[in-house]
């Protein structure tokens, strides 16, 4: 399944976004404001991993993103 992952650059969105895909999901993380990208650098350049640099306010480009997603987790 493909999941959307608000925030998750921040402590409780790695670790979410690292539960996901060792569970074989494909994950997007989207918004960089108050976490740090360090966060997932690490597993980067994984296969299933998607990084969307945006802000929640920013309705169109999240609207966009959420179409192509089974589920979100904020």
């Not at 994950?27 to 966060?39: A, D, L, M």
């Not at 998607?50 to 920013?58: E, F, H, S, V």
């Amino acid at each position: 399944m493909k999941y959307l992952v608000t925030g998750g650059s921040g402590f409780v969105g790695r670790n979410l976004t690292d539960y996901l895909r060792n569970n074989q999901h494909h994950v997007t993380v989207y918004n960089f404001s108050t976490g740090q990208k360090r966060f997932i650098r690490e597993n980067e350049y994984n296969y299933n991993l998607t990084i969307i640099n945006g802000y929640l306010p920013d309705k169109q480009k999240l609207n966009s993103a959420l179409l192509v997603h089974h589920s979100a987790y904020h």
